[in-house]
T-cell receptor, first 111, second 111 residues
């Protein structure tokens, strides 16, 4: 069965510091992988996705993620965090008719 | 452009009362439609998905049901709410599956 694990429930970084959010997945075939961001009380916004091809994918708001098949990982990175990046981040793995989400990582940004 | 509408935004209902949450999509045809629930501090759980009118797949046995009376309308219902039904409910759609776009969510509190 497909599943997604986000090991870090909460991460705090200083504004301007780099960020890496971890995501590990379990899937029977080549997965479709996603990162979403959720601001408090809001829906989810797609940051980036991986379907195939280049394993380093660029997304919106300066985020990128790297698919590593050998590690079953799809970690999200940003070189310099802005205060507006404070939110909840969800990794997801999908098939044709469903998507499974991790439990989320809450990001706090210190001034 | 495509938009998704979900209402109401917040809802407080007593235990044992019925529930009806509505989601409509504009600007696309024959979308896949999804209902997710997000419990406090947890990730998103897929409740139902639909690939066409009248076609509903249920992911988990529970107190809820879904219906799709029109191509771009997806309704989440319950005959009698339980306290455990409290949560944040998100509707989503996709056409080029499995990329999903989310509504703004409904915060349901059962008291």
């Amino acid at each position: 069965a497909q599943s997604v694990t986000q090991p870090d429930i909460h991460i705090t970084v200083s504004e301007g510091a780099s960020l890496e959010l971890r995501c590990n997945y379990s899937y029977g075939a080549t997965p479709y992988l996603f990162w979403y961001v959720q601001s408090p009380g809001q829906g989810l916004q797609l940051l980036l996705k991986y379907f195939s091809g280049d394993t380093l994918v660029q997304g919106i708001k300066g985020f990128e993620a790297e698919f590593k098949r050998s590690q079953s990982s799809f970690n999200l990175r940003k070189p310099s965090v802005h205060w507006s990046d404070a939110a909840e981040y969800f990794c997801a793995v999908g098939g044709n008719n469903d998507m499974r989400f991790g439990a989320g990582t809450r990001l706090t940004v210190k001034p | 452009s495509q938009t998704i509408h979900q209402w109401p935004a917040t809802l407080v209902q007593p235990v044992g009362s019925p529930l009806s949450l509505e989601c409509t999509v504009e600007g696309t045809s024959n979308p896949n439609l999804y209902w997710y629930r997000q419990a406090a501090g947890r990730g998103l759980q897929l409740l139902f998905y639909s690939v066409g009118i009248g076609q509903i797949s249920s992911e988990v046995p529970q107190n809820l049901s879904a219906s799709r009376p029109q191509d771009r309308q997806f309704i989440l219902s319950s005959k009698k709410l339980l306290l455990s039904d409290s949560g944040f409910y998100l509707c989503a759609w996709s056409v080029q599956a499995p990329v999903a776009f989310f509504g703004q969510g409904t915060r349901l509190t059962v008291v």
